[in-house]
């Protein structure tokens, strides 16, 4: 029996390793930590074909210069001298364009289709249940400049085969939560999206993949690899040796360091993510819904719990939490759910994580050109929760030769080399 190691511990690496059990593989699963709380566990829980839309976009540079000295921005690139925050940011400029927008429409479609499909797979298996729910994702605006864009983005979605899209009105959008006062000019109406508790869906598959023998190593730290004749003959950590037939690097926002070990360029930063979970709120909502304006994002959860996340904040991850980015989210909110009022949560009830944000917006799926037996996956962004079970499906075909259920040329992980 072949064996593949598989460093991170989020839902990419998870779901790899779930697959590629499936297959037959004995498994070892690496982390730094103990798999309790890493950036898989307080995201949005958004499934969600609708985000065709890579980070990288004309304009966004532009807004990210202006919000820079705004410590509640939704949007904060933190300046330092750093060599890979440099490269990153050129290259991140040079992808912004409409062409680049308009040609990574098709392959994040994709994905997020094939993930959908990957997750409603999982349910009624044994040991899952997770809180999956299909109502659809609101984009609420408030501005006619943000109308005009989500008129475009309407017009986009159909393009691409997503139908279920409709532009709403203001009085159409209020219908959907009558109980909410909003201050909102319309919405964009993603039926096609869903929406699952991520806590639920971590623990339930670690204990699965436990139940299936797959070797879980936690609290110890990839430090280097041993390269022979272009394969990767075993991973080292910072405890001991493993060796491997096959390697996936599922490491998030440390995936670029690691990489760098093997001399594979692939630009990513971390960009760090805030959010709050309130249980048995005074305000309920009924749908997940994105603020275009404010960029903070709300889902309703497991049947009693209100999830208030955004911020994308590019900073080094050993940089400490700025809790003043949780503000902004709060004042996000009030913004167009005037009745919110939400308090500051104490520091320990605040959640927040590094994405793992590559160069154009695009995740790196594929085999590392240089080597036999090395896979990476990585580079979701704010997407991993949604791409991640379709990431571990494209895995495992990687590793067993199968064909693809997707062309993923357009995530090749050398294509910055």
């Known amino acids: ?17 779930y697959y590629l059990r499936q297959a037959g593989y004995e498994v070892t699963l690496i982390d730094k930590n103990d798999l309790s709380d890493n950036c898989s566990y307080g995201n949005a829980g958004y499934v969600c074909p609708s985000h065709f839309i890579p980070l990288a976009t004309p304009g ?102 997503l139908i279920d899209t409709a532009f709403l009105s203001a009085a159409e959008v209020k219908a959907l939560e009558p109980h909410i006062h909003m201050e909102a000019a319309g919405a964009i109406w993603f039926k096609c999206d869903a929406h699952l508790y991520p806590p639920k869906v971590m623990q339930q598959l670690i204990a699965v993949l436990k139940a299936q023998k797959v070797n879980f190593v936690l609290n110890e730290t990839v430090t280097d690899f041993d390269i022979r004749q272009h394969t990767i003959k075993a991973v080292k950590t910072d405890r001991s040796v493993y060796t491997a037939d096959h390697v996936v690097l599922a490491a998030g926002s440390w995936s670029r360091e690691l990489a760098e070990k093997i001399r594979l360029r692939m630009p990513l930063v971390g960009g760090r993510g805030y959010s709050i979970t309130t249980e048995d709120p005074k ?83 594929g085999k590392a050109s240089q080597y036999k037996n090395f896979v990476v996956a990585t580079g979701h962004s704010m997407l991993g929760m949604s791409l991640g079970a379709g990431t571990g499906k494209l895995v495992q075909e990687l590793i067993t030769g199968e064909p693809l259920s997707m062309d993923i040329t357009p995530f090749d992980p050398n294509r910055f080399a």
């Not at 939490?321 to 989210?329: A, D, F, S």
């Open 1 to 17: 029996m072949q064996h593949v190691i598989v460093i991170g511990g989020g839902i990419v690496g998870l779901s790899s390793a």
């Open 60 to 161: 966004i540079v532009k807004k990210g210069l202006r919000w820079m000295w705004n410590s509640r921005s939704p949007f904060y690139i933190q300046p330092r001298l750093s060599k890979s925050l440099i490269s990153w940011g050129l290259q991140f400029m040079r992808s912004a364009t409409p062409e680049h927008v308009r040609n990574a429409g098709v392959p994040l479609r994709d994905i997020a289709i094939l993930s959908k499909k990957m997750y409603e797979s999982w349910i009624g298996e044994p040991g899952f249940d997770f809180a999956y729910e299909q109502k659809g994702l609101l984009e609420i605006f408030q501005t006619d400049e943000a109308a005009h864009h989500a008129a475009e983005i309407v017009t986009r979605a159909h393009e691409l085969g």
């Open 283 to 365: 305000f309920r909502i009924n749908y997940p819904a994105v603020f275009v304006e404010s960029r903070i994002a709300l889902t309703p959860m497991d049947g009693n719990k209100t999830r208030f996340g955004g911020t994308m904040e590019i900073t080094s991850t050993n940089t400490p939490p700025r809790l003043q980015r949780v503000q902004g989210i709060i004042d996000g909110v009030k913004r167009f759910y005037p009745e919110f009022d939400i308090p500051m949560p104490e520091p320990d009830k605040v959640w927040y994580g590094f994405r793992p944000c590559s160069a154009d917006g695009l995740p790196y799926i």
